[in-house]
Each structure stands twice: as structure tokens, then as C-alpha cells.
DNA sequence: CTAGCCTTGAAC
DNA sequence: GTTCAAGGCTAG
């Protein structure tokens, strides 16, 4: 493989702090430079050389060809992997074309921040830098790759050579100075390149914020509007995920690089795309998109500066955040927080609790002790102190500094958030939205890592519009804190339910003998050479339904890694508990069911929404069937529920299920009549359900008449289902069968059914291992689709969606 | 860009 | 005066 030509993504590094610099140096002489003498001077600044670092490059050698790139922790080994993959490349010094801007500008979010649009407003002026770059080793293209205004900084990448010859060249030459000049003819006309630009550094003086008294106190504010918004609407945007990549496969690894990395992760990218995608062409447009433009991956951070274990005394005795707690003794913040605790106590009691913005945090963070008395409230701090651990940042997990924008944070996160919401940047993620964001890989995916800031419940709107420091914040924004804190400790509960579930049910599966997913075929290569990087331990976190393109091209997930991916998705476990959760008898049982019943298909959903289907139209479409993924999925934890209880309780007691002891009349039934069983169970629900609703007592003869024939239908249905006992691995394949069923457009039809038949497929395979013996298993599981969408329509046609949760 | 450290300032 | 969550700065 040949790469013809490329220039780099640029580093912006040296070029921004150096900006910076001139900045600074701006403001402090003499503000109104006019922005062309201010160019003149970027222009002149003298460059700053790069050490060789081809040398060193050179100097590494016997690199190990199977290494994985987990292990690159280093700058020196990836770039010796870039070498490796691509031998025609090589690293070289240039300075950068002035223009070269222009394109990072109309094409940045990936890049680093597209700079050019800002502060001077002059997209040509941008200083001369000497950037290291990858250069082909064509050496009769030197003058193009150098700093020659007319050179496209981005040119697209083909795979083969296809812009090797001097007309390719031309060409795209051509088409860059045209961008060029339409860039700057928009830019001109005043056109948004950035949604909005970045906010002029404030003046650290204070004069500032006074010296415009008369409109406003603060500095970004004029006439009680705020000169920069937020537009918050924008998030929005941040949602979607890279479309570019719809129709690629999911496991593309990704990898970030530090800025001071010099190879920009776009083109390192770029590179595993291509290898993973022989056939497609990566252009410009597409990889803009990419992840983690500035991941420190292998980056040494600055080291933290442990406070000396010295009380300090008196001044600012006060900890700062990043060093509250004395590392090795986690308990000392504790200590002093218990401490600060106990002493306030008094002062808890003797000033209003509840409009007190900061104890109101701490008593919050302790758990619910609001009324509890000041000591409660310490032990609560103490002890329940976990939950939120004050020293864990709900993001990435690394240390926490504090309550920032609502939940407790490390520096990173709080900057990183701040940094999106000011500079109102939008991410994408080149995955399927589900990158793991922890310490180690926070900066890989700024998409996922600012999703997941938002969905740990940070507040955008707690980052200041007017960029006013200090103060506390009041008023609406607290107000969020407190809803959304509210929003997180229910999904807490939830998930500990869940967490009592899966032990519940991992015994159960035992009993059933479900299947152990292997672990993922290590063996698996993606097309083009061992090289490229092996995602292994995230793909079993997501799951993409292939389209059957990808498929046919890439056939990369086995049917038994697929199973696995569905099994590891599922949540089976979650949706156990609730759906054995106690139903109350009595007067709240309708509202109770009405909540069981409302969570157990809210699981369901998520459950759904991690399926990525490629194509919209299969969205759509398996949307449609929603009920019917419902009522399977009750029938089969009808049935596990029934096993368990069989298993723990005893031989005989089939009728005498857990969940049924609400109708103690009935346990007498014998098993072979389960069917009429359930059906007198849910009649009998039903009639005590609505005789509460009604305040009367409705008859049989009357529920019958209304619901006898769906309740018939759908207690059949279960009992079938009962019967044949679907493992965990049949359940979550049949779910996508029946999500994938007959559909009446006719829009990706195609596609529908190559996914449907792959999931049949698996379903057999799982099917022929696990009941070997049994050669009708799959006819029989399939045969009652239909009648599942029957029943499950009926339901939904007579709004009684929720009897399933009475059997 | 990232993230550690530092300054601010309203509420206590 | 003390707190602590904002914002700012800047080495890497
Ligand atoms: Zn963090
Ligand atoms: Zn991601």
C-alpha cells in the first residue's frame, strides 16, 4: 500500500499557546492592534523547531509485530507502529502553510479547535509553525508539501494512490483553492463558521467588572443580557452519533493522541480505517469526525502536588480541592468533613435548614437525612459517604475535587465540561455512542465522556454565562442540582434491585443450564494484518446489528459473539426483579401494577435503545413491535420464575408459584391445567383490581365479556412458552426475531430479513448445543411468533397491556 | 486540548 | 473570617 499524499491534521499546539502568548502580551501593551499589523507580527514570529524526532524513531527498533496497541503507552511506540503499518511514510519537518487553516477551520470539531475563525477574524494570517508531519516519501512532492499556499492541509485519502499522479494533484489543488475561496468569500458575508466564537479571554483585572456599572456588574453582560449564550438548544446536536460511520462496524478502534504527540489522532485513525475498510474511500469529511483530538493517551500529566502533611495554619488553612485528601488517608477528609459536620450541628439547628444552599449539599450528598438530627446527619456523611463518594469523580472515577456543576467530580471532568459548554463544542463519537469512560480512556471519546457527564446529571447551565468566578450558585441552577440529584438516586435504586437480581438469577441460569458465553474468538482479524489494534474487551459492551453489507463484506462477529453481545446486553436481570417484585394485594395494587408494569417496559426500552440499528427504517420498524418483545419477555420471566420457584421450593407446588400467592383460591388447580390456571389467576386479578378502581364489585361475567378473550389468548400464549422453557440465549435471539418479523412496508425489507435470518441462525446454533436431541426446538419456538403478536396486539388493541403482570 | 493549581466572591 | 464551587491560567 502506497500513501501518495498527505498532510497532516496539524498540531496546534505550539501555534495556540504561542497565539495565547500573543494574546496576552495584546492585552497587556495595547488592545486595539489592528488585526493586520497583529498578523504581520504572527507572520514574523520566529519558528520554533521540533527535536528530530525521526531520530529517535530510527534509534527504536525490533519493534514486536503482534503487539497489541493496549500496551502503547508511549508516543515513541505508536509512531513506531505507524512506521511499521506504513513503511512508505515517513516523519518529516515542514513548516505550515500559512492558509493551512482555513481547512481545520470550515472542517474542525476534531481537530483541535478550529482557531482561525477567532479573535482576529482573519483566517489567512495565521503564523508560520513547524509542525512535524507524515510525508510520503515521494520526494519529487516536496514542493507541494511544503509550506505552499496553494496545497490543501487536508487532502483526502485513498487508499490506492489515488492521488498519485501530478493531475490528481492538480486537481485536488484545484478544488482546495476553490474551497478556499468560497471559504473566504462566506467568511466575508459574515457566515457562522463556529456556532458561536470562542469568548475573548477576560481581563483578569478587576476594573472590568466594575467599570460598566451603570449596564451591568458583570463583564460579559450588557443590559442584563449575557453578550455570549449558551444556546442550549445546541446540545441537542451532541446526541447523534456520527453518521458517517452508520454504516461501518462498530468495533473501528479508536485511539487518541496527545497534542504533544505531533501525530494527530486524525490521521492515526484515518490509517486503522482504512485498513479495516479496504473499499472505502476515507476523505476528509469523514475523519474530521473523529474522536479524542487531543487524548492523553500515554501523556504524562503534570503531577499532582501532595500537600505536605503539615497542618497549615491560619490565612488559607482551607484544603483545596485537589488536595483534600491527604493521599494514603482518605479518612482525614472524612475526618474533617465529620468534623466540620459536628460542628456545625449547632449551627444546622439553628439556622433555617432547608435555605441553606450548602448544607442542603452535604445533608444531600449524606443520603436522606433531611430531618434527621445533626448526628444522624454525620453518620449518614460517614457512613453512606460511598454512595457519593466524595473522593471519586462520577465520571471517570479518578479523584475528586468537589461538587462541580452539580455531582462530584475530578478537575479533568469539571474543566472538560466547562471547556464544551463555553466553547459550545460538539462531539461525535466514531463508535456507537457506548465508549467506556474511565480515567485510563476519558479522552478518547469526548462524545461519550460529555454524554456521560450529562447523564451523571452535570448541569449545563451551571457553567456562567458572564464567566463570573467565585460566588455560590442559587436560584434556578441549584434548583437543577436538586432535580437531577432526585433523577440519579432512583436510578440507584434500580440498579440495586437489579444487583440482587442477577445473583437471583445467575443461580437460575445455572439451573437451566444456560449457556457460558465463550469468551470472544481472539483470533478474529479484521482484514488487512494482525496490526491493527484488537477493540477486544469493548466490543462485548455494544452491540451494532450489522448491516447485512458490513456483513457480507466484513463477517467479523460469529454467530456465538454476537450471542454474546446480545446476552451481555440484555437485562434480563433487572427485568426479573421487577417483574417479581411483590404485586401488594389490596387497595394499591392497581397503582402498583401500573408502576411495576411502567418499569419493567421502561428496562425494556433500554434494553431496545441499545440495539443500534444501522438503517433508520429498521428503527422504525422494529419499533412497531414493541409490545410483542413485551409479552415475550413476560412470558419468559413468567417462566423462569415458575423454574425458580420449582427448583427452590419443592416438586409439587407448580400452581403454588411465588408470584400467584395473591390467589390463594386457586392453588389447588392441578399442573396440567396451567393454562386455565392462568387464566383464572388473571381473571381473579383482575376483578380484585378493578372492584378497587370502581369501588364496587365488578363481576367475572363482566370482565370476561370486556377482556375473557385476551386474557384467554395471552395466559396461552404464556403457557406455551412455560412449556418449552427458552433459555437465556433463545430469549434474547427470539426477541430480535420477533423484533425483525414481517413488517408491512416494504422499506429495507432487505435488510430486515438478512437480519432476521442471521438471528434465526444463531437461535439454531444455540439450539443444537444446548438440546441437541431436540430437532423441532426451533419450529416450535418459532411457530409461536405469531401467536405472541396476536396476543401482544389484542393487548395492546384493548389498553391492557398491563395482565401479563397479573400471571 | 487537558488537567492541576490558583483566584474569586456570595453565602454562611 | 470561612467555605467551596465557579472561573482563570498554563505546563505538558
Ligand atoms: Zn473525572
Ligand atoms: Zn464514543
Known amino acids: 500500500m502506497e500513501l501518495s499524499y498527505f498532510t497532516e491534521p496539524t498540531t496546534r499546539l505550539d501555534r495556540d499557546s504561542q497565539q495565547d502568548r500573543d494574546r496576552q502580551r495584546d492585552q497587556e501593551s495595547q488592545r486595539d492592534l489592528d488585526t493586520q499589523r497583529d498578523n504581520q507580527r504572527d507572520q514574523d514570529t520566529p519558528q520554533k523547531q521540533d527535536t528530530p524526532r525521526e531520530q529517535e524513531l530510527q534509534q527504536d527498533q525490533d519493534t514486536q509485530q503482534d503487539q497489541d496497541m493496549h500496551l502503547f503507552r508511549d508516543f515513541k511506540l505508536k509512531k513506531r507502529k505507524i512506521t511499521d503499518l506504513f513503511p512508505g511514510l515517513r516523519f518529516v519537518e515542514r513548516a505550515r502553510s500559512p492558509v493551512s487553516d482555513i481547512g481545520d477551520g470550515v472542517s474542525t470539531d476534531s481537530g483541535y479547535e478550529g482557531t482561525s475563525t477567532e479573535d482576529d477574524g482573519s483566517p489567512a ?411 477486544s474487551s469493548q466490543d462485548a459492551r455494544w452491540l451494532t446489528v450489522q448491516s447485512p453489507n458490513t456483513l457480507l463484506v466484513n463477517p467479523i462477529l460469529s454467530a456465538f459473539h454476537m450471542l454474546q453481545l446480545l446476552v451481555n446486553i440484555d437485562n434480563h436481570g433487572e427485568l426479573m426483579s421487577i417483574y417479581c417484585s411483590n404485586l401488594a394485594p389490596g387497595d394499591s395494587g392497581q397503582i402498583m401494577l401500573n408502576d411495576r408494569s411502567k418499569e419493567y417496559q421502561n428496562n425494556l426500552m433500554c434494553w431496545f435503545n441499545k440495539l443500534q440499528f444501522q438503517k433508520q427504517a429498521l428503527v422504525n420498524l422494529t419499533k412497531e413491535k414493541w409490545h410483542h418483545v413485551l409479552l415475550l419477555s413476560l412470558c419468559a420471566h413468567h417462566c423462569w420464575k415458575l423454574d425458580s420457584s420449582n427448583s427452590g421450593g419443592g416438586k409439587d407446588g407448580k400452581s403454588n408459584s411465588s408470584g400467584c400467592e395473591a390467589v390463594v383460591l386457586h392453588q389447588g388447580n392441578s399442573s396440567s391445567n396451567h393454562q386455565r390456571h392462568l387464566h383464572e389467576v388473571c381473571m381473579h386479578k383482575i376483578q380484585q383490581m378493578l372492584s378497587c378502581a370502581f369501588l364496587r364489585t365488578v363481576t367475572q361475567s363482566e370482565i370476561r365479556a370486556e377482556a375473557g378473550d385476551t386474557v384467554d389468548r395471552v395466559a396461552q400464549v404464556m403457557q406455551a412458552l412455560c412449556k418449552l422453557a427458552p433459555t437465556l440465549e433463545e430469549y434474547v435471539c427470539l426477541k430480535l426475531v420477533l423484533l425483525l418479523n414481517l413488517a408491512e412496508g416494504e422499506e429495507a425489507e432487505e435488510e430486515r430479513q438478512a437480519l432476521q435470518d442471521q438471528f434465526v441462525q444463531i437461535l439454531q446454533e444455540v439450539i443444537e448445543i444446548k438440546h441437541p436431541q431436540r430437532s423441532m426446538r426451533l419450529g416450535r419456538l418459532l411457530l409461536w411468533i405469531p401467536q405472541i403478536e396476536a396476543a401482544a396486539n389484542q393487548l395492546l388493541q384493548s389498553n391492557l397491556i398491563h395482565i401479563p403482570f397479573l400471571c
Open 125 to 535: 494570517g495565521e503564523p508560520m509553525n513547524s509542525d512535524l508531519c507524515l510525508d510520503s516519501s515521494i520526494s519529487d512532492n516536496k514542493d507541494l508539501l511544503s509550506s505552499d499556499g496553494g496545497v490543501p492541509p487536508k487532502a483526502d485519502l485513498h487508499l490506492q494512490s489515488a492521488v498519485s499522479t501530478e493531475r490528481d494533484r492538480n486537481d485536488m489543488c484545484e478544488a482546495w483553492n476553490a474551497t478556499r475561496r468560497n471559504a473566504t468569500e462566506n467568511m466575508a458575508q459574515g457566515e457562522d463558521w463556529e456556532p458561536l466564537p470562542r469568548p475573548l479571554l477576560q481581563e483578569r483585572s478587576h476594573s472590568a467588572h466594575c467599570s460598566t456599572s451603570n449596564s451591568s456588574r458583570y463583564p460579559n453582560v450588557e443590559n442584563n443580557k449575557p453578550l455570549v449564550s449558551h444556546a442550549l438548544g445546541d446540545y441537542g446536536k451532541i446526541t447523534s452519533i456520527n453518521p458517517d460511520f452508520a454504516s461501518l462496524n462498530n468495533s473501528l478502534p479508536c485511539y487518541g493522541f496527545s497534542p504533544s504527540m505531533v501525530v494527530a489522532p486524525l490521521f492515526y485513525n484515518q490509517m486503522i480505517a482504512m485498513q479495516c475498510f479496504p473499499n472505502m474511500t476515507v476523505t476528509a469529511e469523514t475523519l474530521r469526525k473523529m474522536p479524542g483530538p487531543s487524548a492523553t493517551w500515554g501523556f504524562e500529566k503534570r503531577p499532582r502536588v501532595e500537600p505536605s502533611i503539615q497542618h497549615r495554619s491560619g490565612g488559607f488553612s482551607v484544603p483545596q480541592f485537589g488536595e483534600a485528601p491527604v493521599s494514603g488517608r482518605p479518612e482525614r477528609d472524612e475526618d474533617n468533613k465529620g468534623q466540620g459536620n459536628s460542628q456545625t450541628s449547632s449551627p444546622f439547628s439553628k439556622t433555617d435548614v432547608e435555605s441553606m444552599a450548602y448544607c442542603h449539599q452535604q445533608c444531600d450528598s449524606a443520603g436522606d437525612s433531611e430531618n434527621g438530627s445533626p448526628g444522624a446527619a454525620k453518620i449518614a456523611t460517614s457512613k453512606t459517604g460511598c454512595v457519593e463518594d466524595r473522593s471519586v469523580c462520577g465520571i471517570c472515577g479518578d479523584r475528586g475535587s468537589g461538587l462541580h456543576y452539580g455531582i462530584i467530580t475530578c478537575e479533568g471532568c469539571k474543566g472538560f465540561f466547562k471547556r464544551t459548554v463555553q466553547n459550545r463544542r460538539i462531539y461525535y463519537c466514531i463508535s456507537q455512542g457506548h465508549c467506556d469512560v474511565n480515567k485510563l480512556e476519558r479522552n478518547k471519546c469526548q462524545y461519550c465522556r460529555f454524554k456521560k457527564c450529562l447523564q451523571q446529571g452535570m448541569v449545563v447551565a451551571a457553567v456562567r454565562e458572564d464567566r463570573m468566578p467565585g460566588g455560590r450558585t442559587t436560584g434556578p441552577v441549584y434548583d437543577l442540582y436538586k432535580i437531577k440529584r432526585k433523577t440519579k438516586k432512583k436510578e440507584t435504586k434500580v440498579a440495586k434491585r437489579y444487583q440482587s437480581s442477577v445473583q437471583q438469577l445467575s443461580t437460575l441460569s445455572k439451573h437451566n443450564g444456560f449457556l457460558v458465553p465463550a469468551l470472544p474468538p481472539a483470533t478474529r482479524k479484521v482484514p488487512s494484518e494482525g496490526a491493527v489494534a484488537q477493540s
